[in-house]
């Protein structure tokens, strides 16, 4: 009786059992590491203009300025802080897209830092937002009644509050959490990768059904997850 042919699915996890086979899970490994590290790196430093243009605030095609009395409170909140004025050089405000406070780039960076600011603290009072231009899921808001009401409080800041928003941000991008989110983005990777290896030589997972080591796999990435 002739044996069936095996699907090209089968074919290549042969292949992948095989000694030029781990190699190239390895090399892949590599890769995606460099590559993991690489989006964490680039949009905060050599990237940092491109980023900012992605979320940035934009009206008619043309980017938002920052309003005059934003600014003014943003240099304040520099100063609140004691930032040096040699290195307030290296905050720079810009209107971005949506209603949370945003913040890329680090201060340990020549690129330095970005601090997107919603358009919401721009909003004085009620009177001045433009309600049309608010939408949830591409609906208007009913404004006329209590959750409307509570929506629109909610937009409208104090200039504590603002100036607390920004100062968090601007520390925050002082601290070393840029360098460790980087770092536990690589070496959970690398850990997945080098416990899944152990436990195939370890347990001689690669001889045993295709099925066992998928299971085995996805029990090790739910437990990374966690």
């Given at each position: ?7 090209v ?18 090399g ?62 290296q ?18 960076s ?91 030589t ?16 996805t029990?090790k990435?739910?437990?990374e997850?966690?």
């Amino acid at each position: 009786m002739n044996k069936p042919k095996s699907t090209v699915f089968e074919r290549l996890g042969e292949w992948f059992l095989k000694e030029s086979g781990k190699k190239f899970v390895f090399g892949s490994a590599v890769a995606a590491s460099i590559s993991i590290a690489a989006v964490n790196i680039l949009p905060h430093t050599f990237l940092l203009n491109q980023f900012r243009d992605v979320v940035r605030l934009y009206k008619n095609g043309f980017t938002v300025p920052v309003p005059s009395q934003i600014e003014e409170r943003f240099d304040r909140t520099l100063n609140l802080l004691e930032i040096p004025d040699k290195e307030q050089k290296q905050f720079k405000p810009f209107m971005v897209y949506g209603f949370d406070i945003f913040s890329a780039g680090t201060f340990s960076s020549k690129y330095g830092v970005i601090v997107g600011i919603p358009i919401s603290f721009s909003y004085s009072d009620g009177g001045v937002i433009d309600k049309n231009a608010i939408r949830i899921n591409e609906q208007s808001v009913p404004w006329e009644l209590e959750e409307g009401k509570l929506l629109l409080k909610s937009l409208t800041l104090s200039e504590k509050a603002q100036i607390y928003a920004m100062a968090r941000e601007i520390e925050l991008r002082k601290t070393a959490k840029y360098f460790i989110d980087t770092f536990g983005a690589v070496a959970s990777f690398i850990a997945a990768y080098g416990i899944g290896n152990h436990l195939n030589t370890k347990l001689n997972l690669f001889a045993r059904p295709r099925a066992v080591r998928l299971t085995l796999y996805t029990l090790k990435i739910d437990g990374e997850t966690w």
